[in-house]
Nanobody
């Protein structure tokens, strides 16, 4: 059974940093895309960052230059380093895995999801 478990969320002041981690289990994910989405209250789930099996990355315009996604295929983990956080980054962040090499901007194209971790940025 595939399981994704996020950790690292919390409360941080504007301008601060957080590091989210996602541990995947139940199968090997080295050949598949991994990514992060977020959902703020009253808003739709949106793509944040994705990483191809080979390491190519993609980011939403809103986080480009501030967030960095990385993966460790040997450990089946994906990490999202978030710097220069602002209140607009406040949301529940979800880890996801897609049964394809390339990430997708569309939540419905991803196959497995974590339970989410709350990130709150105070002004």
């Amino acid at each position: 059974q595939v399981q994704l478990v996020e950790s690292g969320g919390g409360l941080v002041q504007a301008g601060g940093s957080l590091r989210l981690s996602c541990a995947a289990s139940g199968r090997t994910f080295s050949s598949y895309a991994m990514g992060w989405f977020r959902q703020a209250p009253g808003k739709e789930r949106e793509f944040v960052a994705g990483i191809r099996s080979g390491g190519d990355t993609m980011y939403s315009d809103s986080v480009k230059g501030r967030f960095t996604i990385s993966r460790d295929n040997a450990k089946n983990t994906v990490v999202l380093q978030m710097n220069s956080l602002n209140p607009e980054d406040t949301a529940v962040y979800y880890c996801a895995v897609r049964n394809r090499q390339w990430p997708s901007l569309v939540p419905g194209n991803w196959d497995y999801w974590g339970q989410g971790t709350q990130v709150t940025v105070s002004s």
